[in-house]
């Protein structure tokens, strides 16, 4: 069926309008933070206009072909061409987004979205959008849901389950089976029994038997569901004189109906997968006693031979050596640099050196930049595994479904989240029920108890969030998308899967994909912020990127933490898991500064300073550091997997930051920490760029003269800390 714009209805996605509003502020937010470098000249282009078009660099000769873009991405914010110093294809693209913003317009008040495969907005409403579904009716008029009465000749069954068995009590009612057609129709006639005098009301509920897969570890691959709908059947037998008996027959005759419909409907899905633990690929993370991270990652030294301190365009010369003292022509000791392979100095010639000339300049010897993940994973306890939360969203606006918390102790051999630790796959699996499913069908664990009570109590107890907790709620229908997020909250390590509600004949599950748990998405930078005392631009503000170890003033004013958090394919996570700023289902962050010899405190602590929560998307904490500080301060930004109002559960270690390693040298940081990433200054390219802009400035030829290039970072994954120091 076609519903505008030349798609069909497979073709469209319904998507939450938080997600789409969620890129636009990232896309604002960064326009706005560097709007006087990188987004100066920064402009938005759709996928198919990006991937087909020829970019130049900033000498305006120089082409730069397009890199491949991932199948999710519709449109990127490109890098301005005077911001191109280099031929860089993979620098090309500032941001990249799966809505296509080019054209994309949505209003504050929207909800739901359709969206076209190119990431174009095709209807939006402020109502939740969803599929018009039913059981049967007219395939060429629009459904209104039919779910009962009588399927007429001219009617389609839709979703027809094809090849099942359906009966009644065949020890009872001899003939009563049949096979379902491939339109899932059935006929079937039986006889009753003989009938007593008086007459006698027969019980004849028709039954089939549906399969959903297991992936659980515990109980067989496959089980049963069976449907079941009421029917009855009357017989009437008397005593009569013979004479009277033809006309009594006659009018039983006139009265009878042997055949009527008994409609099965299978309004229940599985939803069900797997997931495991790993840093890379494979199962690298293997189930120990203990939960053990990795931080010991040294940094080697090195030469840097990109320096150009005197402008000229060319390398200065740089020799590794040390001071040594030395007697001058008048006799006095004094210190001089000295060639060594194993000093700790370089010695910086703007010129080629002669024999015993000192350098023009002296620096400590650089390190390698740690590119290298740290705070990784070594192994992971069971317990700690199994405090892993599973949430289920409603893709079309983002809302939650449902939880599971944890895999707790009493649930290992009867939940719906459990662990096989003979081959490290935690296996889920959650029912989705429709209006239409009976109470008096049998399966999914679900209770007789259970079964006979209240929808509105089975939806309570199987903790169905309260949108969906009524049997006329706006219930999740076939051909939606559910959104699974699973966080282990031990670690921060996380996954997603997106699985649309259909099924196969006959068999009521749906899998969604497997699900690996990593280190989060999550990026974490600072900023310091100052103000300028003399010189031209005294009085202005100023805000600089504070890279991994590096460093900030001591008269600085603030420090301004920043956190993006996406998920692993770069997409907006749902909008509920940030319910509450994210203090109930995100992160928890805390900046915390040496208070003593190896004792950390949090800033501002005793207040809200001290801790914040992290919520999916590009937030702000603006944390004050004081002014004019006299001494010195080194500051850590940690991140634990829990959300600032959650309760521990799941039977694991607790996050928490009072609760510090036990080993020397990470006894004095918090045990379970979650890696995140931090952007890492490269030198090399900075002076890189630095030198591309000078000679660019120069070249007379160039009128469209470039932006003067913002120090370089890339991005590791570790755990992000601040130097607070005078610097010349």
Known sequence: MSVGGGYSISELSIMSAAAFHAEQQRIDVYKLQ??????????????????????????NSTIISPPGLPSNINSVLVRGQSDRLLPDPNELV????????????????????????TGNILAQSAQHIGYRTGFFGNPNEVQTGKSSGDVDNDETIF??????GVHVDTSAYYGGGNITDRDGKYAFSFFMPQCPVGGWEFKTDVWSELHYTNLLPMGSSVRSYFLRTPGYDACFADLVPVMLAPEIIGILAGLSKPFYQSNLYADVMFLTGVMYISNRQGFDVPI??????????????????????????QSDKVIQGHLVTKANANGDNEEVFEANSEGNLQGLYFDAPEAGEAPDLLRLIDQEVRKASV??????????????????????????????????????????VQLNEETQLVGYRVMLRG????????????????????????????Q????????????????????????????????????KIDRTSGVLTVLAPPIVLRPPNLKIWAERKYNVDKGLT????????????????????????????????????????????????????????????????????????????????????VISVGSNLTTAEHYYVHVIGKGKDQECGGGGSCPSFSNTGTTAPYDTRPNLLVPFLVPLPDEDRTWIDYRTYRGLLADETITNKPNKPLPAYSHGRTDLNINSASMA
């Not at 500032?94 to 495969?117: E, I």
């Not at 120990?288 to 365009?313: I, M």
């Open 538 to 621: 005294k009085g202005e503000t100023r805000n600089y990127t504070i890279g991994a170890e590096g460093a900030a003033l001591t008269s600085d004013s603030t420090i301004t933490i920043y956190t993006e958090w996406l998920d692993e394919y770069g997409n907006p996570l749902p909008d509920e898991l940030g319910l509450d700023n994210g203090e109930q289902y995100g992160f928890t962050g805390r900046l915390a500064k040496v208070v003593a010899p190896n004792q950390l405190q949090g800033v501002g602590a005793g207040n809200d300073l001290a801790s914040f929560a992290i919520a999916p998307g590009r937030k702000t904490q």
């Open 375 to 416: 705070g990784l994973l070594e192994s992971i306890s069971t317990a700690d595994l199994r405090n892993t939360d599973v949430l289920f969203f409603r893709e079309s606006t983002g809302q939650l479904i449902m939880e599971r918390n944890g895999l707790k102790e009493a649930e290992v051999r009867g939940g719906e």
């Open 464 to 499: 169905l969030t309260e949108p969906f907790q009524q049997k006329n709620s706006d219930y999740i229908r076939e051909g939606e998308t559910i959104k699974i997020v699973a966080i282990n909250r031990a670690t921060g390590y996380m996954g997603t899967a997106s699985a």
């Open 288 to 313: 120990g006693e203990t939960t053990h991270t990795s931080f010991s990652v040294a940094a080697d030294d090195r030469l840097q031979h990109f320096y150009d301190f005197n402008g000229d365009g």
């Open 435 to 462: 209006p239409r499913d009976w109470s008096l069908n049998i399966g999914g664990g679900v209770g007789h108890t259970n079964r006979h009570q209240s929808y509105e109590n089975w939806a309570t107890e199987y």
């Open 34 to 59: 560097y709007k006087e470098t990188l987004a100066k000249g920064a402009y938005l282009m759709s996928r198919a206009a990006f991937l087909s078009g020829e970019f130049k660099a900033a000498d």
């Open 159 to 164: 979703g027809p389950v094809a090849g099942v």
């Open 94 to 117: 500032l941001l990249a987004l799966t809505f296509d913003h080019t054209t994309a317009k949505v209003a504050d008040d929207s909800v739901s979205l359709v969206v076209t495969p």
